[in-house]
Structure formats: C-alpha cells, structure tokens
C-alpha cells in the first residue's frame, strides 16, 4: 500500500539531509534571518498601505537590524504609491543597560553580552549617509526619553522597532512613541516572548500596560524568530 505522504516521505537521505543542514543553524542566527525578514515585511506592507513618517529603532547595538532596516526601506520605495521621506532614528546607550532594576533582572541580559561602540556603529552606517536622513541618539532611555518626538523633530512613526530587551526600556520607548503613533503604524518587539511568556514581565508587560491606559487596539502582524513578534 503506497503511503499517504508520497514519494517524497521515504527519502530518508533527503529528510536526513534537510535535518543536517537546519541542526547546524545557531538558533539565535535563525531569529536574526527572521528578524531581517519580519523588517522586510513591514516596509513592503507600510510602503503598499502609503503609512507614512518615521523608523525609529530602540536598542541599536552594533547597527545590523538598523542597517537592514535602510536597506529593507531602498528595496520597496518602488511600491509607494506617493515617495515617502522615512527618516531613520536610532536610539542607544551604546553602553549596555545601565542599572539593572529589579524587574527586569535576566540572566542573558547583561552588559557583558552587548559589547559595542557608538564610533563602530557610525562607521557601520556611513555608508548609507548621504541618501538617507539616519540620526543616532545616544545615551540611556531614561534620560534621551525624556525629550518628547517632537524635541527630535519626530510627527509621525510608520515604524516603531524594539530590541532593548527589558520592561523598563520598552516602557520608556512606548512612552515616548505614543504621541506618534498613528493608524497603520508598525511596533515590533524583538524579546516579546522572553521571561518565560509572562504577561507581567518584558516587553509584554509594556506593551499590556500600554495598550490598557492608551487604549489603543492592536491586531497582530505575525511572529519571528525564537521570541520575537509585531502589531498594527
Ligand atoms: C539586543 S541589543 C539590540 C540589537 C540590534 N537591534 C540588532 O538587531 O542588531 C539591545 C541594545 O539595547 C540597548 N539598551 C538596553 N536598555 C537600554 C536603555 N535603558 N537605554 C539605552 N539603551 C539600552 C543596549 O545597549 C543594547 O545595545
């Protein structure tokens, strides 16, 4: 009797061989991979809905997502109905987390882990200066947050991207990008499921929180990698 799955079933090589290739994947380079292809998603979907204004990343380190966030953005101008003028802000202390609270203690999340340099990180994207308008805000959100949007001369997000790991940092990020967000505007957290899947920690408990005394209604965009996830 031939099997329901077909031929292909018992190619066991094959399946072997498929097996091999994913087992030797790094499982945090497959959450990159989706990351960067989440970041492509949402600049071809904002470029088709016409959602206009800024990208603003929270938690940059070594420029990799913010790098490919410029290219993502070059890559699907072509689908804008009116030429948008995204501007590109990234905001870092580009020395780690600072004091740690006690809610936000994890045992990945330490300075030691994030190792990087705000002199690296302009060099990294200078390639890109000159065609694309990219500030880099550098300092911990707890004082750079202070300023509102508009002190940066922000109006509008059409992306909000946060990869700073913590409740707290999220927090202060959201806070800060409530007077901007606008129908269509894209938030994607990085580290939506970390803490095990609690509600009350990370970035979840920030965005629950937020989305309850804003009010604002959300539909999920889809999730990436190993923890990472986006809403409308
Ligand atoms: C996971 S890394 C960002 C990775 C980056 N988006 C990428 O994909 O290449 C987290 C970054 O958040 C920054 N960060 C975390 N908490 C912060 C805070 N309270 N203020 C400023 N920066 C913070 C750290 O310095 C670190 O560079």
């Given at each position: 009797m031939s099997s329901k799955f077909g031929f292909l079933s018992r190619l066991y090589f094959l399946q072997d061989l498929v097996s091999l290739f994913i087992s030797s994947i790094d499982p945090p380079i497959i959450h990159t991979l989706e990351k960067y292809l989440m970041l492509s998603k949402i600049f071809y979907y904002t470029a088709n809905e016409n959602i206009e204004g800024d990208y603003l990343e929270f938690g940059v380190f070594s420029g990799s997502s913010f790098s490919h966030a410029i290219r993502a953005y070059k890559k699907n101008r072509k689908y804008e109905k009116t030429a948008s003028s995204t501007r590109f802000f990234g905001f870092d202390s580009?020395?780690?987390?600072g004091k740690i609270e006690k809610i936000d203690e994890h045992p990945f999340y330490e300075d030691s882990n994030f190792p990087t340099s705000y002199h690296k990180v302009c060099k990294r994207i200078k390639r890109f200066s000159g065609k694309f308008d990219i500030t880099l805000v550098k300092g911990f959100f707890n004082e750079?947050?202070?300023?509102?949007a508009a002190y940066y001369g922000i109006e509008k997000a059409r992306i909000i991207f946060i990869d700073s790991d913590t409740y707290s940092a999220a927090r202060d990020a959201l806070n800060f990008c409530h007077p901007i967000i606008q129908l269509g505007t894209v938030i994607v957290f990085d580290e939506l499921l970390t803490y095990k899947g609690r509600k009350d920690a990370g970035e979840a408990k920030a965005f629950n929180e937020f989305l309850k005394y804003t009010g604002i209604e959300v539909i999920e965009f889809g999730k990436y990698g190993i923890v990472g996830g986006g809403s409308i």
């Open positions: 580009f020395d780690g987390f750079t947050l202070q300023h509102s």
